[in-house]
């Protein structure tokens, strides 16, 4: 059964940093890896998809990026700002199958 | 404009009272899902139907029903059988590629429901 894991839990930095969030998965036979952004209380915002045969996707300032052999993806955010505050969440798409699996998230806080 | 809508936004309850949450979408998806977002365990599957007339149960189905009687349509309906009702409910839809998986997944906002 594939697990999805994502360190840290919670992360806070001071704005204007870089900064990486990690995503790990236990079975490499992935469709997809999708990021999230989900503010209190809201919905999931898609930020990025990254199809099993790519190696990264870029939007603005967001970088993601997979390697499915080792199980690992990251999502790279440049120069945060305080509107990045959010909780994200990492959600792999399994070949074959018509469900997701989804990790626990990050809570990110950039202080001003 | 394309998307997921879940009305209501909050519904408060009785206990012991069966309650319907909406979810339409015009995204013309197959796939619909039901999740369940409790604090500290991140999404939980309830429900999934992949096409008209047709659902399958996801890892905590029990006190839960679903129809699929129109494709851009998913209501869920909390039973009083659900021990524990309180929560965020987030509706999904996605297309599926046929051979491979499932493409990108799209949420609506969800509706929190308190039940006293």
């Known amino acids: 059964k594939q697990e999805v894991t994502q360190i840290p839990a919670a992360l806070s930095v001071p704005e204007g940093e870089n900064l990486v969030l990690n995503c790990s998965f236990t079975d490499s036979a992935i469709y997809n890896l999708q990021w999230f952004r989900q503010d209190p209380g809201k919905g999931l915002t898609s930020l990025l998809l990254?199809?099993?045969?790519?190696r990264e996707q870029t939007s603005g300032r967001l970088n993601a990026s997979l390697d499915k052999s080792s199980g690992r993806s990251t999502l790279y955010i440049a120069a945060s700002q305080p509107g990045d505050s959010a909780t994200y969440l990492c959600?792999?798409?399994?070949?074959?199958?018509?469900?997701?699996?989804f990790g626990k998230g990050t809570k990110l806080s950039v202080i001003p | 404009d394309g998307g997921i809508t879940q009305s209501p936004k909050y519904l408060f309850r009785k206990e012991g009272q069966n309650v319907t949450l909406s979810c339409e979408q015009n995204l013309n998806h197959d796939a619909m899902y039901w999740y369940r977002q409790d604090p500290g365990q991140g999404l939980r599957l309830i429900y999934y139907s992949q096409i008209v007339n047709d659902f399958q149960k996801g890892d905590i189905a029990e006190g839960y029903s679903v129809s699929r009687e129109k494709k851009e349509s998913f209501p869920l309906t909390v039973t009083s059988a659900q021990k524990n009702p309180t929560a965020f409910y987030l509706c999904?839809?996605?297309?599926?590629?046929?051979?491979?998986?499932?493409?990108?997944?799209?949420f609506g906002p969800g509706t929190r429901l308190t039940v006293t």
């Open positions: 990254i199809q099993s045969s790519q």
């Open positions: 959600v792999v798409s399994g070949a074959g199958s018509y469900q997701l699996t």
């Open positions: 999904a839809s996605s297309i599926y590629s046929g051979t491979g998986g499932l493409y990108e997944q799209y």
